[in-house]
Protein backbone atom coordinates (compact mmCIF):
# COMPACT_ATOMS: atom_id res chain seq x y z
CA UNK A 1 0.00 0.00 0.00
CA UNK A 2 0.97 3.66 -0.60
CA UNK A 3 2.06 5.70 2.25
CA UNK A 4 -0.05 8.05 4.08
CA UNK A 5 -0.03 11.56 4.71
CA UNK A 6 1.92 12.85 7.28
CA UNK A 7 -1.70 12.91 9.62
CA UNK A 8 -3.42 10.94 7.84
CA UNK A 9 -3.49 7.07 8.72
CA UNK A 10 -5.14 4.40 6.68
CA UNK A 11 -7.56 4.28 3.81
CA UNK A 12 -10.03 7.20 5.31
CA UNK A 13 -7.09 9.47 6.24
CA UNK A 14 -6.02 8.93 2.26
CA UNK A 15 -9.69 9.54 1.48
CA UNK A 16 -9.87 13.16 3.70
CA UNK A 17 -6.22 13.64 2.20
CA UNK A 18 -7.84 13.50 -1.71
CA UNK A 19 -10.91 14.97 -0.37
CA UNK A 20 -9.10 17.97 0.98
CA UNK A 21 -6.86 18.35 -1.73
CA UNK A 22 -9.81 18.91 -4.17
CA UNK A 23 -11.41 20.66 -2.40
CA UNK A 24 -7.89 23.47 -2.29
CA UNK A 25 -7.42 23.20 -6.08
CA UNK A 26 -11.43 23.67 -6.98
CA UNK A 27 -11.28 26.71 -4.43
CA UNK A 28 -8.17 27.48 -5.80
CA UNK A 29 -9.69 27.50 -9.68
CA UNK A 30 -12.95 29.01 -8.52
CA UNK A 31 -10.95 32.02 -6.85
CA UNK A 32 -9.24 32.40 -10.41
CA UNK A 33 -12.08 32.24 -12.12
CA UNK A 34 -13.26 34.92 -10.48
CA UNK A 35 -10.38 37.23 -10.82
CA UNK A 36 -10.85 36.10 -14.77
CA UNK A 37 -14.39 37.75 -14.78
CA UNK A 38 -14.02 40.70 -12.94
CA UNK A 39 -12.21 42.84 -15.64
CA UNK A 40 -15.35 41.89 -17.72
CA UNK A 41 -17.84 42.34 -15.26
CA UNK A 42 -16.44 45.98 -14.69
CA UNK A 43 -17.98 48.17 -17.23
CA UNK A 44 -16.30 49.17 -20.20
CA UNK A 45 -15.60 53.14 -19.98
CA UNK A 46 -14.56 53.44 -23.15
CA UNK A 47 -16.90 51.66 -25.14
CA UNK A 48 -20.11 53.36 -23.08
CA UNK A 49 -18.35 57.23 -23.67
CA UNK A 50 -18.77 56.25 -27.41
CA UNK A 51 -22.09 54.71 -27.04
CA UNK A 52 -22.90 58.29 -25.94
CA UNK A 53 -21.62 59.86 -28.98
CA UNK A 54 -24.65 62.06 -30.51
CA UNK A 55 -25.53 60.37 -33.87
CA UNK A 56 -24.47 61.35 -37.06
CA UNK A 57 -26.92 61.01 -39.61
CA UNK A 58 -26.03 60.61 -43.64
CA UNK A 59 -29.21 59.89 -45.68
CA UNK A 60 -29.16 59.51 -49.21
CA UNK A 61 -31.92 61.65 -49.93
CA UNK A 62 -32.01 62.12 -53.81
CA UNK A 63 -30.91 60.76 -57.09
CA UNK A 64 -30.88 62.13 -60.62
CA UNK A 65 -29.50 61.55 -63.98
CA UNK A 66 -26.70 64.44 -64.47
CA UNK A 67 -25.40 63.21 -68.46
CA UNK A 68 -24.07 59.94 -68.04
CA UNK A 69 -23.61 60.23 -64.51
CA UNK A 70 -25.64 59.68 -61.39
CA UNK A 71 -25.85 62.83 -59.28
CA UNK A 72 -26.31 61.54 -55.87
CA UNK A 73 -27.23 64.16 -53.46
CA UNK A 74 -26.08 63.32 -49.25
CA UNK A 75 -27.66 65.16 -46.56
CA UNK A 76 -25.32 64.93 -43.58
CA UNK A 77 -27.21 66.14 -39.84
CA UNK A 78 -24.36 67.06 -37.34
CA UNK A 79 -27.60 68.67 -35.32
CA UNK A 80 -26.27 67.05 -32.15
CA UNK A 81 -22.30 66.78 -32.12
CA UNK A 82 -19.64 68.62 -32.58
CA UNK A 83 -17.79 70.06 -36.02
CA UNK A 84 -15.90 68.57 -38.36
CA UNK A 85 -13.16 70.32 -40.43
CA UNK A 86 -13.33 66.78 -42.50
CA UNK A 87 -15.68 63.62 -43.36
CA UNK A 88 -14.33 61.57 -46.03
CA UNK A 89 -16.37 58.63 -46.74
CA UNK A 90 -15.48 55.15 -49.28
CA UNK A 91 -18.61 54.57 -51.04
CA UNK A 92 -19.66 51.13 -52.94
CA UNK A 93 -22.46 51.49 -55.55
CA UNK A 94 -23.96 48.17 -56.12
CA UNK A 95 -26.84 47.51 -58.96
CA UNK A 96 -29.96 45.94 -58.48
CA UNK A 97 -28.77 42.99 -58.48
CA UNK A 98 -26.06 43.27 -55.81
CA UNK A 99 -23.16 43.18 -58.22
CA UNK A 100 -20.45 46.02 -57.03
CA UNK A 101 -20.06 48.80 -59.55
CA UNK A 102 -18.61 51.73 -58.49
CA UNK A 103 -16.32 52.80 -55.90
CA UNK A 104 -15.87 56.50 -55.16
CA UNK A 105 -14.28 58.22 -51.96
CA UNK A 106 -16.16 61.27 -51.30
CA UNK A 107 -15.60 64.69 -49.08
CA UNK A 108 -18.97 65.44 -47.12
CA UNK A 109 -17.15 68.12 -45.04
CA UNK A 110 -16.73 70.15 -43.62
CA UNK A 111 -19.93 70.36 -41.59
CA UNK A 112 -20.39 73.14 -38.57
CA UNK A 113 -21.17 72.01 -34.74
CA UNK A 114 -25.27 71.44 -34.52
CA UNK A 115 -25.81 71.47 -38.73
CA UNK A 116 -27.43 70.14 -41.80
CA UNK A 117 -25.91 70.02 -45.13
CA UNK A 118 -26.45 68.76 -47.96
CA UNK A 119 -22.82 67.40 -50.46
CA UNK A 120 -23.78 66.46 -54.12
CA UNK A 121 -21.48 64.32 -56.00
CA UNK A 122 -21.51 62.25 -59.11
CA UNK A 123 -21.16 57.98 -59.64
CA UNK A 124 -19.87 58.47 -63.22
CA UNK A 125 -20.36 56.31 -65.84
CA UNK A 126 -23.43 54.45 -64.21
CA UNK A 127 -27.38 55.65 -64.92
CA UNK A 128 -28.99 56.19 -61.38
CA UNK A 129 -31.89 53.25 -62.50
CA UNK A 130 -28.84 50.98 -61.93
CA UNK A 131 -28.31 51.82 -58.43
CA UNK A 132 -29.94 49.46 -56.09
CA UNK A 133 -27.38 49.94 -53.27
CA UNK A 134 -25.04 52.26 -51.44
CA UNK A 135 -23.03 50.78 -48.91
CA UNK A 136 -20.40 52.89 -46.64
CA UNK A 137 -18.10 50.84 -46.53
CA UNK A 138 -15.57 52.74 -44.34
CA UNK A 139 -14.20 56.80 -43.35
CA UNK A 140 -11.27 57.34 -44.30
CA UNK A 141 -10.59 60.57 -42.56
CA UNK A 142 -12.72 62.35 -39.50
CA UNK A 143 -11.33 65.34 -38.02
CA UNK A 144 -12.31 67.94 -35.95
CA UNK A 145 -12.59 67.61 -32.09
CA UNK A 146 -11.14 64.61 -30.78
CA UNK A 147 -12.89 62.94 -33.43
CA UNK A 148 -11.41 59.99 -34.50
CA UNK A 149 -12.00 57.68 -38.09
CA UNK A 150 -13.60 54.90 -35.72
CA UNK A 151 -15.38 57.11 -33.42
CA UNK A 152 -17.42 58.73 -36.62
CA UNK A 153 -17.17 55.62 -37.76
CA UNK A 154 -19.45 54.42 -35.26
CA UNK A 155 -21.50 57.56 -34.70
CA UNK A 156 -22.82 57.29 -38.36
CA UNK A 157 -26.55 56.74 -38.74
CA UNK A 158 -27.67 55.72 -42.22
CA UNK A 159 -30.87 55.97 -43.66
CA UNK A 160 -32.56 56.73 -47.78
CA UNK A 161 -35.14 58.45 -49.27
CA UNK A 162 -34.60 56.80 -53.05
CA UNK A 163 -35.46 53.91 -54.23
CA UNK A 164 -31.59 52.46 -53.32
CA UNK A 165 -31.24 50.83 -50.21
CA UNK A 166 -28.23 53.01 -48.04
CA UNK A 167 -26.21 51.02 -45.51
CA UNK A 168 -23.20 50.53 -43.45
Avoid: H, W
Avoid at 112 to 126: I, N, P, S, Y
Amino acid sequence: MGRAMPGCRGIGGRLRAGFVLVATLTASISGAAAQDASPAAKPDVKSEAKSDAPPLKIELNRLEPAGDACRTYMLVDNGRGPALKSLKVDLFAFDTEGVAQKRLAVELGPVQEKKTVVRLFDFAGLACPKIGRLLLNDVLACEGGDATRESCLERIETTSKTSAAFDR
